[in-house]
């Protein structure tokens, strides 16, 4: 089995800075990709930043130069520091990592989720 855990949530005012983390372990052979989504509630998960194991990134347009992702693949591990912080960036922010696991095959995974809440 694959563990997924986030964390770095929590209450910030406009225009100030939060890093997540997230964390996997397990049953791992390779991660293929380790990206960020973000809910908030009526609305469907959206994309907000995506990494691949060769290190390329891709972000939302909403998040582009405020928000950089960065993984650690040594320690299975990837960051989303986010500054600028906007209201509109309030919401649960999951990480789901995309994992092949030493049967061969490849799986996809999300962890519980952390609040993101900006204050204006």
């Known amino acids: 089995q694959v563990q997924v855990v986030e964390s770095g949530g929590g209450l910030v005012q406009f225009g100030g800075s939060l890093r997540l983390s997230c964390a996997a372990s397990g049953d791992i052979f390779s991660i293929e990709t380790m990206d960020w989504y973000r809910q908030t509630p009526g609305k469907q998960r959206e994309l907000v930043a995506a990494?691949?194991?060769?290190?390329?990134?891709n972000y939302a347009d909403s998040v582009k130069g405020r928000f950089t992702t960065s993984r650690d693949n040594a320690k299975n591990t990837v960051h989303l520091q986010m500054n600028s912080l906007k209201p509109e960036d309030t919401a649960v922010y999951y990480c789901?990592?995309?994992?092949?696991?030493?049967?061969?095959?490849?799986?996809?995974?999300w962890g519980q989720g952390t609040q993101v809440t900006v204050s204006s």
């Open positions: 990494s691949t194991s060769g290190a390329n990134t």
């Open positions: 789901n990592v995309v994992v092949t696991r030493h049967s061969g095959y490849t799986y996809s995974y």
